[in-house]
């Protein structure tokens, strides 16, 4: 079982950037395929980007294409969401996600078994 860590949330002007880190527990982290999800007050959880167990392949949606980027860095357990030109709509606690299943593949309709507790994320107008 890993556990995971969000931070790097934080109050950031629109237009700005900030970057989540999720820190896993566990050797092995270079396992998971791992995603990262939000949820706005009053809205649905929403997928936001999703990378595979190696770093050669990643999925982002279209809401934030261009402007968020998820990375890893197996050796340091930690998965990343570089997310620049935040917009007030970015509002929102976002969560790490994991799954272990070598058959799941990675992205929006893929159910992850281990959930981090989030952390905030504010853009103000």
């Known amino acids: 079982q890993v556990q995971l860590v969000e931070s790097g949330g934080g109050l950031v002007q629109a237009g700005g950037s900030l970057r989540l880190s999720c820190a896993g527990s566990?050797?092995?982290?270079?396992?998971?395929?791992m995603a990262w999800f939000r949820q706005a007050p009053g809205k649905e959880r929403e997928f936001v980007a999703a990378?595979?167990?190696?770093?050669?392949?990643?999925y982002t949606a279209d809401s934030v294409k261009g402007r968020f980027t998820i990375s890893r860095d197996n050796a340091k357990y930690t998965v990343y969401l570089q997310m620049n030109s935040l917009k007030f709509e970015d509002t929102a606690v976002y969560y790490c996600?994991?799954?272990?299943?070598?058959?799941?593949?990675?992205?929006?309709?893929?159910?992850?078994?281990?959930w981090g507790q989030g952390t905030q994320v504010t853009v103000s107008s």
């Open positions: 996600a994991a799954h272990l299943s070598p058959f799941r593949g990675y992205g929006p309709t893929v159910k992850y078994d281990y």
């Open positions: 566990g050797r092995t982290f270079g396992s998971y395929a």
């Open positions: 990378i595979a167990r190696t770093s050669d392949n990643t």
